[in-house]
């Protein structure tokens, strides 16, 4: 048997053995979930997974737009939003657990005092017949305790909470970039309805003129009165439509309200005359521009994390190490509690190995792997979606750019055709019904026109929206160079 100095140094040779086995980790070396891209369309031939700590700015992307308006409400989202205050605070609580899961890799130490009034029973077992029916029991000490981390359990804890913590990071500038797109969208939509006002407004008034010369004519015996119920119907048809554009924009001006955490009743935004253009998209290096999408990093976390749970599921089917010490003075309450003769003191480590568990930990395992997989799949759905989002609006983009230049073409010919139907009337050459059937057909293809501009704008932000957000002035400058 050994004792004394031999058993101390034995003690603490297993210490120190145990520490540097303390280095191994169960889990499965983590590659990213594997995605095959067919890159061919792309013009840089390159698809990267997600980075989750990319620091390229996405930037104020909405400025692109030119609209100090909507740079206003776009920069107060932020602060306001209770959509992304709620996302933050999820963030936090993330990084709180992950300190809590590091806590784990570090010595836990606690120090206690009691002074105690104390009565055994007559009747207790083993009881000595000189111990006293009344005594004090006074003590005061430390303890500490570690859990050596052998087989990478703590590790892969904090390992899998880190990375859930980033996923939840992503999921911010996901709010986030989702919020100003629907801001920006809304704000599009309602500078829409005022260009379709200010349509509908001269349409009105040109309409009223139309009514007068009927009404002249009808007078002078020139025309009858079916020319006048004619502009009369097109008057309030008109009259109708522009009521109809200013609910459409209440509901946008309502919906720009929330997002920027105002009541939608204490909330109003002037008409606007002034026209927006698309901005140039840059799409030279789009597959660049999509790894930076906060989606996918976050899907890439939490494949990470999956994978790390994996280790934690394994290390349960060994045992667990700790380390524990303990010292202080303990006495029956009398003077002199802290001297040599009452101290106390003990050192060693302790093992804890689990035998039976009625197949839990297997099922533990199974479940993480499956986790993992799951994770996996997310990935890969997220980032074939992502390239889909961006194919869509590209193409959108390019036949709306296509059907707006040949619908800015019928504009002009429908009011050419309006001009000379109106000179046909008043030259007495035709009746009303073709000055009608060119008022309806000249209306419809300047609303169809600002229909297509509109969407083509809200293209744009979708686009942007798709590709994770804006992008830097070399991002810019080099997709120009490319194209």
Known sequence: MISGPGKTAVTLGIIMGTVLLSGCSLAPVYHPPLVTIRTDAWQDKLWKEAKPLDDQPRGNWWQIYGDPVLDQLESGLDQANPGIAAALARYDQANAYVSQMQAGLTPTADAGAALTNNRQSDNRPLRGSNQPNVYDANTVGLSASYTLDIWGRVRNLVAASQANAQADAADVETIRLSLHASLADNY?????????????????????????????????????????????????????????????????????????????????????????????????????????????????????????????????????????????????????????????????????????DGGKRDAELARAKSVLEAAGADYRAIVLSAFQQVADDLSKMKYNRESELEQDAAVKSAELTLTLALNRYREGAVNYLEVVTAQTAALAAQRNALDLHTQQLRTSVDLIQALGGGWSQEQHRQTKLVN
């Open 188 to 356: 599009l939509r309602l500078r829409g309805t005022d260009a379709q006002a200010g349509i509908l407004n001269n349409a009105v008034e040109a309409y009223t003129r139309a009514l007068t010369l009927t009404q002249n004519r009808h007078a002078g015996g020139v025309a009858s009165g079916l020319d006048v119920a004619r502009a009369e119907t097109q008057l309030r048809t008109v009259r109708a439509q522009a009521a109809d554009i200013a609910s459409q924009r209440a509901l946008y001006e309502h919906a720009i309200a929330s997002l920027i955490g105002q009541p939608a009743m204490n909330f109003t935004l002037p008409a606007s005359k002034s026209a927006l253009s698309a901005p140039f998209i840059p799409v030279g290096l789009p597959s660049t521009l999509l790894q930076r999408r906060p989606d996918i990093a976050a899907a890439e976390r939490r494949a990470a994390a999956a994978n790390a749970q994996i280790g934690v599921a394994r290390a349960a089917y060994y045992p667990d190490f700790s380390i524990n010490a303990a010292f202080g003075d303990q006495n029956t309450g009398k003077a002199g509690l802290l001297s040599a003769p009452n101290n106390f003191w003990t050192l060693g480590p302790s093992a804890i190995f689990n035998i039976f």
